[in-house]
């Protein structure tokens, strides 16, 4: 049994306790070190993520959480994956880690310091204040004393702009990741992407993503965000791509299922919480639409936007299960709401802008709708969640989203030109 309390603590200003809530923990199955997210063994449910010497080994549901850590590990396979990718290959790269916000939210200090925690040793850490004005980052901040910390503003609102920001700060660096500030990654998520960039060959593989697990499942919203599908977070390397790739880059995943809307739409490639970008990729980007992306009428899709372009640029993206992130849900349903309509009018504003931009491949998207209609259809998982208790108005939400993403996005898109001309003037 373990008694250590768990890192998140209490969940203020959440829902009522699920009755369906979960203890979520990290085992390492070689030393049987445990740390525990959220939640206790009284919980009804468990989720572990079982791991070794870096490496993600199994992801475990339980019904009970008592005595956790040996029925975890009874349940995870022997031995440890294969990676086609060498173990330290990165440890010289330079790197800058990114985290975007506002000061808002109080696990803010937590996320920095996990990112402070890395194993890899050439290291900056940046974290962007998209509201300078409040002092609210700097004094959340305020009891971090770290040499490799800088904190720099970037007054205009918008998740695109702050991770703009965070790119010219970070110019000097061979590799870019970025993670969110309700996000703790593990000790190894900066090292296990780098390890891919450098065991690729010379410029193949523009970015790299990585698994983002509940980090905690106590309130009813966090459990439905879950059921209805969460972050992507396969136990299993994935290699995408949609120009050709060389055997030896073929050889570090499967190749990806994009489903129907790929590549138009990137949603199983990763997700901003976990993602890295190399120097070369980041130059054929350019920068993050500031047309998409949390903070502008769109609300979403910047990351899977930026996705898609350092694909069509030619590189390949690899997605490795060992660069683990967890992340706190939304606490509650008004949030959750919130964010499910962001996730509509992110996604429908995607798919127009890659129209706009490569009309060739509207006549292919009509052929999917078929395929598109059954996977957002009422009583789906996708839509309904896997659970009988999910509340429909998080369907209801997510189709609102999606009929207004277009004329979002032209707003936004009108926003930013007004912006630029005034820039020019």
């Known amino acids: 049994m373990d008694n250590s309390p768990s890192i998140l603590g209490d969940t203020a200003g959440a829902d009522p306790v699920d009755p369906r809530r979960s203890l ?9 070190a445990v740390t525990v997210l959220s939640g206790d063994e009284a919980d009804p449910r468990a989720e572990i993520l079982v791991r070794e010497q870096g490496v ?8 009970g959480a008592g005595e956790f850590v040996e029925r975890a590990l009874a349940q995870t396979p022997d031995g440890l994956p294969h990676r086609g990718w060498t173990l330290g290959a990165g440890k010289d790269t ?18 920095i310091k996990a990112v402070l925690g890395q194993t890899h040793d050439a290291l900056e850490v940046i ?89 905690e499942l106590q309130s009813p919203s966090q459990r439905f965000f879950e059921s209805r599908g969460g972050f992507p977070h396969g136990l299993e390397p994935v290699v995408w791509f949609v120009q050709p790739i060389s055997p030896e880059c073929a050889r570090l995943g499967q190749p990806g299922d994009g489903g129907p809307l790929y590549p138009l739409a990137t949603a199983r490639v990763g997700a901003g919480v976990s993602m890295a970008l190399s120097r070369a990729a980041l130059q054929a980007l350019g920068s993050f639409d500031e047309c998409l992306g949390a903070g502008s009428p769109t609300r979403g899709g910047e990351d899977l ?4 372009r350092v694909m069509r640029a030619g590189f390949a993206i690899v997605y490795t299960p060992d660069a683990v992130v967890h992340h706190v ?6 949030g959750l709401e919130k964010q499910t309509f962001g996730d509509g009018t992110g996604m429908v504003a995607l798919l127009f802008k890659s129209l706009l931009h490569h009309p060739t491949e509207l006549s292919a998207l009509l052929r999917r709708i078929p395929a598109i209609l059954a996977r957002v259809k009422p009583g789906t998982d996708r839509m309904s969640g896997s659970e009988d208790d999910v509340p429909s108005v998080l369907s209801r939400k997510e189709v609102k989203g999606f009929l207004v993403g277009i004329p979002l996005y032209l707003q936004a898109r009108g926003r930013r030109a007004l912006a630029q001309v005034g820039i020019r003037r």
């Open 127 to 215: 974290v962007v204040d998209n509201d300078p004005a409040s002092g609210d980052v700097r004094r959340l901040l305020s009891g971090i004393d770290d040499h490799r910390l800088r904190i720099v503003d970037e007054p205009r609102r918008g998740l695109s702009a702050a991770r703009n920001r965070g790119l010219r700060a970070a110019e000097g660096s061979d590799v870019v990741a970025f993670t969110d500030d309700d996000a703790l990654v593990s000790p190894n998520w900066l090292s296990s992407m780098l390890d891919v960039f450098a065991s690729a060959p010379a410029g193949e593989v523009g970015a790299v993503t990585g698994p983002a697990f509940a980090a």
């Open 305 to 308: 936007d930026a996705f898609a």
């Open 329 to 334: 849900h939304r606490r509650d349903l008004a």
């Open 94 to 111: 330079h790197a800058s880690a990114v985290v975007c916000t506002m000061g808002k939210n109080p696990v803010l200090p937590l996320a």
């Open 56 to 63: 993600t080994l199994a992801h475990v549901h339980l019904n």
């Open 24 to 32: 979520v923990a990290v085992v390492e199955r070689d030393t049987r």
